[in-house]
């Protein structure tokens, strides 16, 4: 069964980057037509997509987050990870990482989320 | 980022039947069939109910049913049950330009 967990600092200062990464379990992230992503959940709001990113290093960003994100696999490690830059308290959220069905080929078309990891609550404070 | 438009609240009793609709534009809902559902528990991780527009994964009861009409997705939630007061979200793909654009959520009380 596919697993994901996230790691890495729950509490980050503003302005510093925000780095989380997210282990996969029971499968290989190298599969043909699924990719990974994060989404948040800032306290009382709803569901945000950041970004997704294809094993082969293909990336696709929020455009409201794109200026401040990367994201990166590591396939020999089954990992892949979120870089967030010049966090404000608006970044503070629950961050989920996810597997994501996609298409590849001559368009490529992002589709469904399952599963989720259990969510990480990240806090922008001093 | 665009953002799909779902009602912020909706209710029924046990045995009842709802409806959550979730609006878009022809440049996302309308143009694709790739319309997903989630249901979200608080304090637990979201789960995929409909993905496609109308199919269900494995394991999720036939009780779930998903449409699409134009630019307009819903989720349909018959029989309630109370296990099933949660948030529920719509996802679509919104092109090469935005990708993947939710709903803001819709909070499901079962009287």
């Known amino acids: 069964q596919l697993q994901l967990q996230e790691s890495g600092p729950r509490l980050v200062k503003p302005s510093e980057t925000l780095s989380l990464t997210c282990t996969v379990s029971g499968g290989s992230i190298s599969r043909d037509n699924y990719y990974w992503g994060w989404i948040r959940q800032p306290p009382g709001k709803g569901l945000e997509w950041i970004g997704t990113i294809y094993y082969s290093g293909k990336t696709y960003y929020s455009t409201s987050l794109k200026s401040r994100l990367t994201m990166s696999v590591d396939t020999s490690k089954n990992q892949f990870s979120l870089n967030l830059r010049s966090v404000t308290a608006a970044d503070t959220a629950v961050y989920y990482c996810?597997?994501?069905?996609?298409?590849?080929?001559?368009?490529?078309?992002?589709?469904?989320?399952?599963?989720w990891g259990q969510g990480t609550l990240v806090t922008v404070s001093s | 980022q665009p953002a799909l438009t779902q009602p912020a609240s909706v209710s029924g009793s046990p045995g009842q039947s709802i409806t959550i609709s979730c609006t878009g534009t022809?440049?996302?809902?309308?143009?694709?069939?790739?319309v997903s559902w989630y249901q979200h528990h608080p304090g637990k991780a979201p789960k995929l109910i409909i993905y496609?527009?109308?199919k269900r994964p494995s394991g999720v009861p036939n009780r779930f049913s998903g449409s699409k009409s134009g630019n307009t997705a819903s989720l349909t939630i018959s029989g309630l049950q109370a296990e099933d007061e949660a948030d529920y979200y719509c996802c679509s793909y919104a092109g090469s330009t935005f990708f993947v654009i939710f709903g803001g959520g819709t909070k499901l009380t079962v009287l």
């Open positions: 496609e527009v109308t």
């Open positions: 022809s440049s996302d809902v309308g143009s694709y069939n790739l």
């Open positions: 996810v597997r994501h069905r996609g298409s590849v080929g001559m368009v490529t078309t992002l589709n469904w989320f399952d599963p």
